[in-house]
């Protein structure tokens, strides 16, 4: 058997269906491949599936910056900051009135 990458099984009953279709020849390689690893057809395409969006919801969640864009960010986040009047005025106002969601 081939070492797989997992992902953890949404837990529950699996109520929802897709179908699709493809070439045959696709058919049969999944099916092969899926055979090497001891897998049923369904459970070797939801779990490719399941890893692509997994490797898709983490590159969204990554900010990538050339080197001097990033340099330049943290140039800028490293200024003191400056108070706004209007901004004061406002935080001031509404104090007591938000609470952390920690």
Same mark, same amino acid.
């Given at each position: 058997?081939?070492?797989?990458?997992?992902?953890?099984?949404?837990?529950?009953?699996?109520?929802?269906?897709?179908?699709?279709?493809?070439?045959?020849?696709?058919?049969?390689?999944?099916?092969?491949?899926? $055979?090497?690893? !001891? %897998?049923?057809? /369904?459970?070797?395409?939801?779990?490719?599936? +399941?890893?692509? #969006?997994?490797?898709?919801?983490?590159?969204?969640?990554?900010?990538?910056?050339?080197?001097?864009?990033?340099?330049?960010?943290?140039?800028?986040?490293?200024?003191?900051?400056? $108070?706004?009047? !209007? %901004?004061?005025? /406002?935080?001031?106002?509404?104090?007591?009135? +938000?609470?952390? #969601?920690?």
């Amino acid at each position: 058997m081939f070492a797989l990458e997992q992902t953890t099984p949404t837990p529950g009953k699996m109520e929802a269906r897709k179908e699709l279709r493809m070439h045959r020849a696709d058919e049969e390689r999944i099916k092969a491949a899926a $055979a090497a690893t !001891g %897998l049923q057809e /369904a459970d070797f395409i939801r779990q490719a599936a +399941l890893l692509r #969006a997994q490797e898709v919801e983490q590159r969204m969640a990554l900010s990538i910056l050339p080197v001097e864009a990033f340099e330049a960010f943290r140039a800028a986040v490293d200024v003191p900051g400056k $108070a706004v009047p !209007g %901004l004061v005025k /406002a935080a001031a106002a509404s104090k007591g009135l +938000l609470k952390d #969601a920690g």
